[in-house]
C-alpha cells in the first residue's frame, strides 16, 4: 500500500504502514512511479471500503474520485477502482504553476520579468496559445510573467515550457533570469525543472506521482492519484493564495507579449470569461485530457476547489469518460463533503419538566449561558438559566424564577449584558388591562426581577438586544406593527421611541440587532422585523435606532410572498439578514436582505426541492454573509436542523445551496428555537430548545463544523 491510500483516522495498521514505508522509501523518486498491479487493486479497493465504513459513500459515476478539507488536512473519502496511479494530463501543470509562485516567493524574479519564448518552448506538441493546435507565438516572442502565469491557467503548453526553463535557470548555483539560449540547453533545463518537480512531490508525500513532463504530455510513466492530485492542489494554495488566481479566475485579463516578427510593440490576446456552472462556491479547477483513447471516451482527469460557508474542500477525479463527467462526479464529491463538514453534531442535552403550555422563547450568551423563559399551563412565567460545558458535554440549570399569573400569551427572552437579562411577555397591567409588559432580571445571585414597563396592548411579542445599553420590542396590536425601543440600566428600564404601523399584522418576528461578529461597523443600529399578515402575506421590514437617543426611523420593506412562521437572523459581520420562511405549500425558503443601503434590499432568495417544514428558527454560520442553520419542525412534526449557504456567483444550477439537513430527535414537538452559543470563522456552537407534545422543554447543543 501506497502512504498517500491511508485515511487519516489511522485505521490501517501501523506494522502495515512501517513495512509499506520502508519497502518504498529506499527507491528514488523516480523509482516510485509504478507500483504492482494487484497491490494497486487491493489499495485501491480498501480506499473505497474505509470511507463508505466511516461515511457512507459519494455516488460517483467514475471509478477515482477523492475529497479532502484543506484545514484540517483529512482525507474525507477516496476511491481509486480504476487503479490506483493513472495519468494526470494537464494537471500536470498545478505542480509548474506551484514550483514558479515558489520561486516568484522567493523574490528570484516577480510578475514584471520578461520571458522569452525559446524555440524548444515553441516546439512543443500540445495545447498552444491562445488554444488549440494553431499558435501565434514564435521563438524569441516575450511576455511578462504575469501573462505566463495567467497562460499556464489556460494550459497553454509554450509559456508552460518557457516558465519551467526559467524557474530551472534561476535555481542554478548561478543563478540565470532566462530561458534556454539553445535547443540543447532548453531540454537540459526542462529536466531540472522535471526534476525539481518529482523532488516536491516526494516532499508532500505524493507516493504515487511521477512526472515526465511539465505540462502533462502523455507518458506511461507519468502518473498521479486522486489522493496525490487533491493533495498537491491543496499545498499549492496553502503556500501561495495567488496560486487561485491564475486557476480560479473568473475573468482573465487581456495577454499582452511582444513579438519578434515585428517592431517593438505589445501585442494582445482576449479570452473568454470562465463560468464554473457545475457547483457553487468554485475557487477554481485544472484540468487535463487525453484524446487519444478509445471512441467516446476522453480520459479526463479534474481537480476543484470550492468554499462553502468559509470553509474549502478539494475535490479530484482521474480516468473520467468525458468534461461534463469529471464536473458531475467533482460536483458530487464536493457536495457530500460538505454535507460530512456541516451536518450538526449533537454533543449534549437537557431537559426541564415544566407544563409549557403554548410559548418559550430562548437566548444564548458568549459560550456558555442560556435563558429561556415559558408561560406555564397555569400561566406563570418562568425564567430558567442554563450552563452549557462543552468540555464535559453537559447542558446544567443554574437557576430558576417563577412568577405565578404573570403571563397570559406569547413570550420572549434576550440577554442584555452578562448579568441581566430582559423579558418580554403578555400580562395584565395595574388597572387589569392587556399589555405587553417587559422586565429587567439579575442574574449574577440566581435570578432576581430589577424593574418593569408597560408597553401598551398587544400580542406575540419578540425581543432582541442592540447592546448593553438598549433593546427593541415588537409585537402586533388589532392588526398594528408595534416597535418600541427601551433604554437599559443597572436599575431599571425606561421607553426611548415608540413606531406604529397598521399593517393587518397577525405576528412578527424581530431580527437580531447586534452583529453576532465583533468589530461589526453596524453594532446596535440595524433592526428587521418580518411581519406575517392575517393573509398569510409576510414582509421583512427594515429600521435604524438611532444609537445615542434610541429614536426609531423606517429604512423601507422587502415582499417575502406568501406564508406562515417565518425568523430572522443578522447574518455575517455587516448588515446583511437571513429570513426563513414557510410557504404555504410547506416549503422552506431562506430569504437574504441587505440593510446597509438607504434602505433594506432583497438580494436572493435559496431552497431545496424536498424541505417541508411546519415551524423555523433561524441562526448564523460563523462570519459568513450568506449563511444559516435552520433549528425546524419538520412535516413528521419532529426536529430537523438544515444548513444553508447561498451561490453567491448563481452560477450552479440544483439543490446545492442546502449543505446539510439531519433529523435531530424522534419526539413529536411542538415549537423549536435555535440561538448561537459561539460562532468561529466557519462554524458554530449552537443550542436548540423544543417544546414537546406533553410540554416539556427540551434543550440539545450542537456543533457545526467545529468538530470536524
Avoid at 431562506?590 to 431552497?607: N, V, Y
Amino acid at each position: 500500500m501506497h502512504r498517500s491510500s491511508r485515511l487519516s483516522s489511522g485505521l490501517l495498521t501501523t506494522s502495515s504502514q512501517s513495512a509499506i514505508s520502508n519497502e518504498r522509501a529506499d527507491k528514488p523518486p523516480r523509482e516510485r512511479a509504478r507500483g504492482g498491479k494487484a497491490g494497486r487493486l487491493a489499495v485501491a479497493l480498501l480506499t473505497g471500503l474505509l470511507a463508505t465504513t466511516l461515511f457512507g459513500c459519494p455516488e460517483i459515476t467514475g471509478t477515482n474520485g477523492a475529497v479532502r478539507d484543506n484545514r484540517t488536512d483529512k482525507l474525507l473519502s477516496a476511491q481509486s477502482l480504476g487503479g490506483l496511479e493513472a495519468p494526470p494530463y494537464s494537471t500536470v501543470k498545478v505542480m509548474t504553476l506551484h514550483l514558479a509562485l515558489r520561486a516568484i516567493k522567493q523574490g528570484k524574479f516577480d510578475e514584471n520579468t520578461i520571458i522569452t519564448i525559446s524555440q524548444h518552448a515553441d516546439d512543443q506538441d500540445c495545447n498552444c496559445f491562445p488554444g488549440g493546435n494553431m499558435s501565434v507565438l514564435v521563438p524569441g516572442d516575450k511576455m511578462p510573467v504575469l501573462m505566463a502565469l495567467y497562460s499556464i491557467g489556460l494550459s497553454h503548453g509554450e509559456p508552460t515550457m518557457a516558465m519551467a526553463e526559467l524557474v530551472a535557470n534561476v535555481n542554478r548555483p548561478t543563478p540565470v533570469v532566462g530561458t534556454g539560449t539553445s535547443k540543447a540547453q532548453s531540454k537540459v533545463l526542462e529536466q531540472e525543472f522535471i526534476d525539481m518537480m518529482n523532488a516536491e512531490a516526494f516532499n508532500l508525500g505524493l507516493d504515487n506521482t511521477h512526472y515526465t513532463s511539465v505540462h502533462g504530455a502523455p507518458s506511461s510513466s507519468q502518473v498521479t492519484s486522486v489522493l496525490d492530485l487533491a493533495k498537491l492542489w491543496d499545498a499549492a494554495v496553502a503556500e501561495n493564495s495567488s496560486f487561485l488566481t491564475y486557476t480560479g479566475t473568473r475573468k482573465f485579463p487581456t495577454l499582452t507579449w511582444w513579438p519578434l516578427s515585428a517592431a517593438p510593440y505589445w501585442a494582445n490576446m482576449a479570452f473568454p470569461d470562465r463560468v464554473y456552472n457545475y457547483y457553487p462556491g468554485i475557487d477554481g479547477d485544472k484540468n487535463g485530457c487525453c484524446t487519444n483513447q478509445a471512441p467516446g471516451w476522453q480520459d479526463i482527469a479534474l481537480v476543484t476547489q470550492a468554499t462553502r460557508a468559509g470553509r474549502s474542500l478539494t475535490a479530484s477525479v482521474l480516468l473520467e469518460q468525458n468534461q461534463a463527467a469529471a464536473q458531475q462526479d467533482n460536483a458530487e464529491l464536493l457536495r457530500w463533503g460538505f454535507e460530512q463538514v456541516f451536518a450538526p453534531i449533537s454533543w449534549t442535552d437537557g431537559s426541564h419538566a415544566s407544563s409549557v403550555a403554548a410559548a418559550h422563547g430562548m437566548d444564548c450568551w458568549a459560550w456558555s449561558d442560556v435563558v429561556t423563559v415559558s408561560r406555564t399551563s397555569t400561566n406563570a412565567l418562568e425564567l430558567i438559566q442554563w450552563s452549557t460545558n462543552p468540555d464535559s458535554a453537559a447542558i446544567s440549570k443554574t437557576a430558576t424564577l417563577t412568577q405565578s399569573g404573570a403571563s397570559m400569551g406569547g413570550v420572549d427572552v434576550a440577554w442584555v449584558n452578562w448579568n441581566q437579562i430582559v423579558a418580554v411577555y403578555e400580562t395584565l397591567s395595574r388597572a387589569g388591562a392587556p399589555t405587553v409588559r417587559a422586565s429587567l432580571y439579575g442574574t449574577d445571585d440566581g435570578i432576581y426581577p430589577i424593574a418593569s414597563v408597560d408597553l401598551g396592548p398587544g400580542a406575540v411579542p419578540e425581543i432582541e438586544r442592540l447592546s448593553g445599553q438598549r433593546v427593541a420590542v415588537a409585537f402586533t396590536n388589532s392588526g398594528s406593527f408595534e416597535l418600541r425601543s427601551l433604554a437599559v440600566s443597572s436599575g431599571g428600564l425606561s421607553l426611548e421611541d415608540s413606531l406604529s404601523q397598521y399593517l393587518y399584522a397577525h405576528r412578527v418576528r424581530l431580527g437580531q440587532g447586534t452583529s453576532p461578529i465583533s468589530g461589526s461597523p453596524f453594532g446596535d443600529t440595524h433592526v428587521v422585523a418580518v411581519v406575517e399578515t392575517t393573509s398569510n402575506q409576510i414582509s421583512a421590514r427594515g429600521f435604524e435606532v438611532d444609537s445615542v437617543a434610541g429614536v426609531i426611523s423606517a429604512k423601507g420593506m422587502v415582499t417575502l410572498g406568501w406564508g406562515g412562521d417565518a425568523s430572522v437572523v443578522r447574518s455575517g459581520p455587516l448588515g446583511h439578514y437571513a429570513v426563513s420562511v414557510r410557504r404555504l405549500d410547506g416549503q422552506l425558503v431562506i430569504h437574504f436582505l441587505d440593510a446597509t443601503g438607504p434602505a433594506l434590499a432583497g438580494m436572493d432568495q435559496i431552497s431545496h426541492s424536498d424541505n417541508l417544514v411546519e415551524r423555523t428558527s433561524i441562526a448564523a454560520i460563523g462570519q459568513h454573509e450568506f449563511s444559516a442553520i435552520v433549528a425546524e419542525r419538520n412535516s413528521a412534526g419532529k426536529l430537523s436542523l438544515s444548513v444553508w449557504d447561498r451561490d453567491e456567483a448563481n452560477e450552479a444550477p440544483g439543490d446545492f445551496e442546502r449543505l446539510a439537513r439531519i433529523e435531530a430527535g424522534a419526539a413529536l414537538i411542538e415549537d423549536t428555537k435555535i440561538c448561537e452559543l459561539a460562532l468561529g470563522g466557519s462554524e458554530g456552537e449552537y443550542i436548540t430548545s423544543v417544546r414537546g407534545v406533553s410540554g416539556d422543554l427540551q434543550l440539545s447543543a450542537w456543533s457545526v463544523a467545529s468538530k470536524y
